[in-house]
């Protein structure tokens, strides 16, 4: 008896729907581009449940007739190539004949097309890949898809599927990125009868961007317009350096119009913005690369979300290349290399948006920005000079006149806002005051011939002396700071030994606890600002926003729903500085793990109060008096986890005795 056999046509075809159907949303993509290869201008996407009970999508592309219409179902039936020499230059969104077929083997689908020259329009009815019925209907030009029921005859598949919130986010997101990619071209998106997108269509990427995400956004955005004749042109916006993330989920990348997920695009766009935006930080980028079709290979992935570079180091430096220029142009960075990218072809940019492409936009340089006080204190800025490496305290030293703001007493009810103000309030002062006791303490150092510390031998490393301590002994040692190493660790020594403390997640765990006890204790105190902040969401964080509204709320944020996708927020908790409210409220948003939004209440809590106490914590390369030193250890020790911050990094590192005398080889 033969042991192998040929699957069925609908076996084949359930075990392809396993590849390109993903999620709703991979179901969402292939229809769309289908609408886009058809020459469609107008694409409207229904949804109801996630996608789960119903995705309909209608466009006034060129439709199809009844026998490529029952063809289109065939696996393998594509109007998009014929020959192998095809592959090798693929211009089209879709190519394989795929798609239809997988989604109609696991769904019940129905198809309603008509072209130009028909009299009437043909519906084609498909359940789990069987053909149901063919006939006529009435319809306008192009085509409507609906897909009820996906994975209606695949259990297994449907469990696994994501809550109706995450479904409707990544929904949001592929349809979000194809407005972009076609601005000439109208979007409408409707979740359970509600609009969440609806873009007519705009002469330029700039006009789009603007329908999507706002003019709050826009101002921020760099012009890029560059590239290489034999590699790629590089067009459309990047961000200021103020205008940054804590993640990538604002960047846009496409290929020859095609939306993709690219490391190559993400390391040359990370290599423009080297030394101008501190690590942890992504910009805002909508990048579109123009190229040869067989520059580039998108036959490497069922979903077509990943492409392959014939020259991944060319591609890579000419975006990074781009970008550098665009941020010189602009300001926010010195010139270090010509301002031009040799190969160019600047007229070659302004080809008019109906043709596929972006119009170049105008350049307007943006005004000058005056760095605010607390910028030293950010974690971007740079470390002090080696002189002031080691900054010991003496505690019976005269303070500068606003230490009084630190009387902290034995209070566990100290509110840690008035700590983080004054924290900024003192650092300038106390840098001022240390610049000129170092000042008068070098001129006081003699000058010594023979070796200097740069001609020392190599010195052995203690790393591999260094723990994280045991919790219980943290918790029940008496910790004494000493010092601080770059305004940023405190060193401190207990009965064990040397500590060094990370001030930064050390406030951060102080904070986090404050705001997760909220639920169970007072509520979280607010203050209003002096004039609502006003803040237009993009699809993507409105999404998140109808998720985590009640949330935000609790901890501390008045916030008011305007029309569309507008929001005011009216307040903030008092930890977090009011000029800071715009910028954190939307980086909350962005931060949510989407893929945890199925998960308890809790843990979207989480999320957002380690977001706050991020925000509001006291920041490296701050100056610290004693007391403030000796505040933040002992607040640290009363928390639920006194040894790692909210995001799982160590705050204290321990170098024992015993590994000390180790390494001198005492023992």
Not at 336 to 347: C, K, V
Not at 514 to 532: D, G, W
Not at 607 to 625: Q, R
Request: proline share 6%; hydrophobic share 40%; charged share 25%.
């Amino acid at each position: 008896m033969n042991r192998i056999r040929v699957l069925s046509d609908n076996l084949a075809n359930q075990i392809a729907a396993g590849e390109v159907v993903e999620r709703p949303a991979s179901v969402i993509k292939e229809l769309v581009e289908n609408s886009l290869d058809a020459g469609a201008r107008r694409i409207t996407v229904e949804i109801e449940l996630g996608g789960r009970r119903l995705m309909r999508i209608a466009d006034d592309g060129e439709g199809m007739s009844r026998d490529d219409a029952i063809l289109a179902f065939e696996r393998h039936a594509t109007s998009k190539i014929s020959v192998p020499e095809d592959l090798g230059s693929i211009s089209t969104l879709g190519f394989r004949g795929e798609a239809l077929a997988s989604i109609a083997s696991v769904a019940r689908v129905e198809l309603v097309t008509k072209t130009p020259a028909d009299q009437a329009a043909t519906r084609v009815e498909i359940e789990g890949g069987r053909l149901v019925d063919v006939k006529d209907a009435s319809r306008s030009d192009g085509t409507t898809i609906s897909v009820r029921d996906l994975f209606f005859n695949t259990p297994a598949r449907r469990k696994f599927m994501r809550s109706e919130a995450t479904e409707n986010y990544h929904i949001t997101s592929i349809v979000t990125h194809y407005a972009l990619s076609y601005p000439d071209t109208a979007f409408t998106l409707t979740n359970n009868g509600r609009e969440v997108i609806r873009v007519t269509p705009a002469k330029d990427l700039r006009e789009r961007a603007f329908q999507l995400f706002g003019g709050g956004l826009l101002d921020g955005l760099v012009p890029v317009a560059a590239g290489r004749e034999h590699v790629a042109r590089v067009t459309g916006f990047v961000s200021a350096p103020r205008e940054r993330r804590t993640n990538r989920d604002s960047q846009y990348f496409f290929v020859n119009k095609r939306f993709v997920r690219d490391k190559v695009i993400a390391d040359g766009l990370r290599e423009g913005y080297r030394s101008v935006l501190p690590h942890g930080f992504y910009p805002v980028a909508f990048l579109f690369l123009e190229m040869q079709p067989e520059e580039v290979d998108v036959n490497v992935h069922p979903a077509k979300t990943e492409v392959r570079f014939r020259r991944n180091d060319a591609v890579r430096e000419v975006i990074a290349e781009a970008v550098r220029v665009s941020l010189t142009q602009a300001g926010f960075r010195t010139p270090d290399e010509p301002a031009e990218i040799p190969d160019s072809e600047p007229t070659a940019f302004s080809t008019p948006s109906a043709e596929g492409n972006f119009e170049e936009p105008a350049f307007q340089q943006p005004p000058a920005f005056a760095v605010p006080p607390q910028a030293d204190f950010s974690e971007s800025a740079a470390s002090p000079a080696p002189d002031t490496a080691i900054r010991t305290e003496d505690a019976s030293e005269a303070q500068p006149a606003n230490n009084n703001l630190f009387d902290f007493g034995t209070s566990e009810d100290t509110d840690a806002a008035d700590i983080s103000a004054a924290f900024e309030r003192d650092a300038l002062s106390r840098q001022n005051t240390e610049r000129t006791e170092r000042n008068d303490l070098a001129s006081q150092i003699p000058i010594i011939s023979g070796n200097t510390a740069n001609d020392l031998p190599p010195l052995d490393s203690a790393a591999r002396y260094v723990t994280s301590p045991d919790l219980a002994a943290v918790a029940a040692s008496k910790i004494r700071p000493v010092a601080q190493l770059h305004d940023s660790y405190i060193i401190a020594v207990d009965n064990e030994g040397l500590l060094l403390v990370d001030q930064h997640v050390a406030h951060e765990r102080i904070l986090f606890d404050k705001f997760r006890r909220s639920e169970t204790e007072r509520p979280v105190e607010s203050q209003n600002l002096l004039l609502p902040e006003t803040l237009d969401l993009t699809p993507a964080q409105a999404e998140a926003f109808e998720l985590v509204a009640d949330d935000l709320a609790a901890l501390g944020f008045g916030l008011m729903r305007l029309s569309g996708r507008t929001v005011a927020i009216k307040s903030v908790p008092n930890d977090v500085p009011a000029a800071d409210a715009r910028n954190l409220f939307a980086e909350i948003l962005d931060t949510i793990d989407v893929e945890r939004r199925r998960d308890p209440s809790s843990s979207i809590r989480d999320d957002i109060a380690a977001s706050l106490a991020c925000k509001a914590a006291v920041k490296v390369n701050m100056p610290l008096t004693p007391e403030k030193m000796q505040w933040l250890i002992d607040r640290l020790l009363t928390t639920s986890s006194p040894t790692t911050c909210p995001h799982g990094r160590p705050v204290i590192l321990r170098l024992t005795m015993r590994d000390i005398e180790k390494g001198f080889h005492r023992t």
